[in-house]
């Protein structure tokens, strides 16, 4: 495999594993001033993500740090053009992880309000427009010779909002199951029911999103000349059915790993339509980012495949650590009990 197809595979996998991750972690704050309906409720929602909120994080920097060494002119390009949009997003990250840290530093209710509202808007964000960005990407930029003609407002266009809306919503059912596994009593209820609120919607959204791909991007291209490749498109549809199934059931644990399986399909689905394009050009595919025409040397290439070979298995093996030390449900009086908490 030439190493630029491997990076490109490498890039994938960061990408989809970090919203699989982060994914609940943004679903968990956009709901939890609707799912808790006094303060314990929305302490124990902040502390079913606490512990691992920032190392899901972790994975994010990652991608970009691939993206910047392994393809650093999509890197530097993409920055370029989409610089309102990536700094409004990195805004939001960073209000997100002050509001989980300060919304306990003061017992005034007007101050934990304003933390509550912080929460869920730099939760909506990021889900929006990492949607927003991934859409456009996959339809392609306005871009040539002499540069980007594009602007924000060129971004929320219908079919990039769309996909925003469909990540806000994968985002919302995957946090709701996840807060359903990890809370008890009313509060776990309630969050099965919002998954199961949602979830027409979320179908409702997929389903327009796979019709208007068609007309708006080349993303299935690659699957109608290699139709086995539609294996992976037909495993996000049959984990979205899953999920409905295996709620009914009542196996919520199930249906969270289902919601697991979705995103990263969902991602997978989008990349496999986009190779070998980076950034596609909807003005001329001849000015299209490519892995080929915007990748490192090879020599700089073969050197971060050792790397990654060597600290890979490493970080996978400490974030099974982390989730298996902090396994098990969250409880009002356990966040009372422990002065460390959120």
Not at 194 to 222: E, H, Q
Not at 258 to 284: A, E, H, K, R
Not at 329 to 341: F, G
Request: proline letters at 4%.
């Amino acid at each position: 495999m030439e190493l630029q197809i491997l990076w490109f595979v490498l890039w994938a996998v960061l990408w989809a594993v970090y919203f699989m991750l982060d994914g609940f972690v943004l679903g968990t704050g956009m709901l939890h001033i609707f799912l808790g309906k006094n303060d314990g409720d929305r302490r124990v929602i902040i502390n079913t993500i606490g512990p691992v909120w920032d190392g899901n994080e972790v994975w994010l920097i990652t991608a970009g740090g691939a993206t910047f060494a392994a393809f650093p002119t999509t890197y530097a390009l993409m920055f370029s053009y989409l610089y309102t949009a990536l700094l409004l997003l990195l805004f939001a990250l960073i209000v997100r992880g002050v509001s989980f840290e300060f919304r306990g530093k003061e017992d005034s209710a007007l101050w934990k309000r304003s933390w509550d509202f912080a929460i869920v808007v730099s939760s909506f964000l990021p889900a929006l427009l990492f949607g927003v960005a991934f859409g456009n990407i996959f339809a392609g930029l306005p871009m040539d010779a002499t540069g980007y003609h594009g602007s924000l407002i060129y971004l929320l266009n219908p079919y990039g909002l769309l996909t925003g809306i469909l990540f806000v919503l994968l985002f919302l059912i995957h946090g709701a199951l996840y807060l359903s596994v990890k809370t008890v009593g009313d509060l776990s209820r309630r969050a099965h029911a919002m998954a199961d609120k949602l979830w027409p919607a979320l179908l409702v959204v997929a389903v327009a999103f796979l019709g208007y791909t068609k007309f708006a991007s080349r993303l299935y291209d690659n699957y109608f000349s290699a139709p086995y490749l539609l294996i992976v498109p037909l495993l996000a549809v049959a984990a979205l059915l899953g999920i409905r199934i295996l709620t009914a059931k009542g196996n919520l644990l199930g249906a969270f790993a289902s919601s697991c399986v979705t995103i990263l399909m969902v991602v997978f689905t989008g990349v496999i339509g986009l190779f070998p394009n980076l950034i596609p050009s909807n003005l001329d595919p001849a000015h299209s980012l490519t892995i080929f025409n915007s990748s490192s040397s090879p020599y700089t290439l073969k050197i971060m495949t050792l790397v990654v070979a060597m600290f890979l298995p490493i970080v996978i093996a400490y974030k099974i650590w982390v989730y298996r030390v902090f396994r098990g449900k969250v409880t009002v009086e356990e966040v009372l009990e422990d002065k460390q908490a959120y």
